[in-house]
T-cell receptor, first 114, second 114 residues
Framework: DAGVTQSPTHLIKTRGQHVTLRCSPI?????VSWYQQVLGQGPQFIFQ???????GRGNFPDRFSARQFPNYSSELNVNALLLGDSALYLC?????????????FGDGTRLSIL | AQSVSQHNHHVILSEAASLELGCNYS??????LFWYVQYPGQHLQLLLK??????LVKGIKGFEAEFIKSKFSFNLRKPSVQWSDTAEYFC????????????FGKGNQVVVIP
C-alpha cells in the first residue's frame, strides 16, 4: 500500500512569493496534519484537518493556511514567504481525528527561501 | 500546551553498547507518549507508544521505553545497538483528547560506529 505522499519533494522560492504544498493520505485515512521542521529542531504542529474541517491550529501566522478536499488530500499554502519559512514540511495522516490513532508521516517537502 | 525536552542532542556510541535517550515533558494532565525514529533519507516512523497500562512499553527493533509519571519522563532504551540504529530519534506527547496534535522534542542524533 502506498504511504503518505507529498509533492513536490523540493522547492525553491524567493521572499514574498507564495507556495502550495500537497499531501495525499494513506488510502482510508480521513485526517491530515501538517508540521514544519526547521533544521535542528523537532517538527512543529501547523494544522490538523478531519473530514474537510480544521480541527487544530498551531502557533503560526495567518500567512499559513490549509484545506482538505473531498478525497481527503490536503494543501498547505504559505503567502508572503520569509527566509524563516525555509524548512521541511511534513504531512501526516491518520484514520480519524481521534487522538488514539497513530499518525503516519510522509517524506516531506523541502522548501528553501532565497 | 505540552512541551518536550530531549537532552544530549548528539550521541555517538559503538555497536553493542547500550543506548538510553531521555525525554521529559511538561503537562499536568494525562498524556499519550511516543518515540519516533527517522533513518537517513527516510520518513518519520513510529517506534513505540504509551497510552495507558504497563509503564514499560516494548517497541520495534528491540527498543523499549519506560513511563515514569512522577518524573514526567519517557526514556527510550536499547540494550545493544547496531550500526543500523544510526538515526534521529524524537520524543512526542499528545493530550488524550481534542485534536491529534503532537508536540515533539528537538530530537537526538544517534550515530553508531561499527
Amino acid at each position: 500500500d502506498a504511504g503518505v505522499t507529498q509533492s513536490p519533494t523540493h522547492l525553491i522560492k524567493t521572499r514574498g512569493q507564495h507556495v502550495t504544498l500537497r499531501c495525499s493520505p494513506i488510502s482510508g485515512h480521513k485526517s491530515v496534519s501538517w508540521y514544519q521542521q526547521v533544521l535542528g529542531q523537532g517538527p512543529q504542529f501547523i494544522f490538523q484537518y478531519y473530514e474537510k474541517e480544521e480541527r487544530g491550529r498551531g502557533n503560526f501566522p495567518d500567512r499559513f493556511s490549509a484545506r482538505q478536499f473531498p478525497n481527503y488530500s490536503s494543501e498547505l499554502n504559505v503567502n508572503a514567504l520569509l527566509l524563516g519559512d525555509s524548512a521541511l514540511y511534513l504531512c501526516a495522516s491518520s484514520l480519524s481525528g481521534r487522538t488514539n490513532q497513530p499518525q503516519h508521516f510522509g517524506d516531506g517537502t523541502r522548501l528553501s527561501i532565497l | 500546551a505540552q512541551s518536550v525536552s530531549q537532552h544530549n542532542h548528539h550521541v555517538i556510541l559503538s555497536e553493542a553498547a547500550s543506548l538510553e535517550l531521555g525525554c521529559n515533558y511538561s503537562y499536568g494532565g494525562t498524556v499519550n507518549l511516543f518515540w519516533y525514529v527517522q533513518y537517513p533519507g527516510q520518513h518519520l516512523q513510529l517506534l513505540l507508544k504509551y497510552f495507558s497500562g504497563d509503564p514499560l512499553v516494548k517497541g520495534i527493533k528491540g527498543f523499549e521505553a519506560e513511563f515514569i509519571k512522577s518524573k514526567f519522563s519517557f526514556n527510550l532504551r536499547k540494550p545493544s545497538v547496531q550500526w543500523s540504529d544510526t538515526a534521529e530519534y524524537f520524543c512526542a506527547v499528545k493530550a488524550p483528547y481534542g485534536n491529534n496534535r503532537l508536540a515533539f522534542g528537538k530530537g537526538n542524533q544517534v550515530v553508531v560506529i561499527p
